[in-house]
């Protein structure tokens, strides 16, 4: 190992962007904590005493390591401090079929709001600071669903509130609208730690949810922002760039069938602000559509 020296330091802005990609984003203390204190503050451990070798004659040879079986069973042995169960719960269809459950329950979208922060069954939750449920009008006539809440979302749990969130509102005011006239929500209510993709469990854990929360608010057109929305709410493995600027239909559980327009993520947008021309025909065909249903 190479010693770290004046002129040998680790590069600082390397390592912090190591912990960005691993997720490592946010400080858990207010304070940092010296290890190194608490490791020198610790009193010495005591070494073994050490057998006094008998006396006389030459010295005894070591005694053999190998004990019998019937040796181990006398000795007692020491049982490890149980560790605490984890509270995070990995995934699976018996969870799935929990959130399809309390999704059906749920009447009203407060109900459903009380029991998304109940739920414990999306290990999404545990490495997340605010359940993002939704923002804006929910008797809007139209309904805006994006993949999953980012950093700045989960700090304030509202959906689109970074920079994405100023585009969209922009966006919006474009085409005559804005929060208190539109509905906006995710298909992942809870940030994935470092904004990492969810995982395929993770989506259909919380499908059940925004398909319910759709069927509340029960709007006349639906804008899927990006293609994860597309993908899930649409049943369909096409890539964004085909989806987007052709209408489809999303069907509720109940068999309401809503105008749904794919369009592209605002975040995209600010990393391929080319394309925000395609975003903008995408949102005059929303906006022609919502005069023509009145």
């Not at 929910?138 to 994006?146: E, F, K, S, T, Y």
Request: aromatic share 4%.
């Amino acid at each position: 190992m190479t010693a770290v020296s004046r002129d040998n330091r680790p590069d600082i802005a390397e390592l912090l962007a190591f912990y960005a990609s691993a997720g490592v984003d946010e400080g858990l203390e207010d304070e940092p904590v010296n290890r190194f204190a608490e490791v020198a503050s610790k009193p010495p451990e005591q070494a073994p005493a050490t057998a006094t070798p008998p006396t006389g004659g030459s010295a005894a040879l070591p005694r053999s390591t190998s004990v019998s079986r019937a040796e181990m069973s006398e000795r007692p042995v020491a049982v490890p401090a149980r560790a605490q169960p984890a509270t995070a719960t990995v995934p699976d269809e018996a969870q799935a079929a929990l959130a399809r459950q309390l999704a059906t329950t749920a009447t009203t979208l407060d109900e459903l709001r009380q029991h998304m922060a109940a739920f414990d069954g999306c290990n999404l939750k545990f490495t997340a600071k605010n359940l993002v449920f939704a923002d804006g009008n929910p008797n809007a006539a139209v309904m805006l669903v994006g993949e999953a809440p980012g950093r700045d979302e989960d700090l304030e749990g509202l959906p689109f509130v970074g920079r994405s969130g100023r585009l969209l509102d922009r966006i919006l005011a474009a085409i005559g609208l804005d929060r208190t006239s539109a509905y906006i929500a995710n298909v992942i209510p809870w940030r994935p730690p470092g904004n990492r993709t969810p995982t395929p469990h993770e989506t259909e854990i919380c499908r059940p949810f925004i398909e319910r929360q759709i069927e509340l608010v029960n709007p006349k057109v639906l804008v899927n922002l990006g293609g994860p929305s597309a993908k899930t709410l649409l049943n369909t493995t096409e890539g964004i760039l085909r989806l987007r600027g052709n209408w489809r239909v999303h069907t509720t559980a109940s068999g309401v069938a809503i105008p749904a327009m794919p369009t592209l993520h605002p975040a995209y947008l600010l990393r391929t602000p080319a394309h925000k021309k395609l975003a903008w025909r995408d949102f005059l065909e929303v906006k022609t559509k919502l005069r023509a249903l009145g």
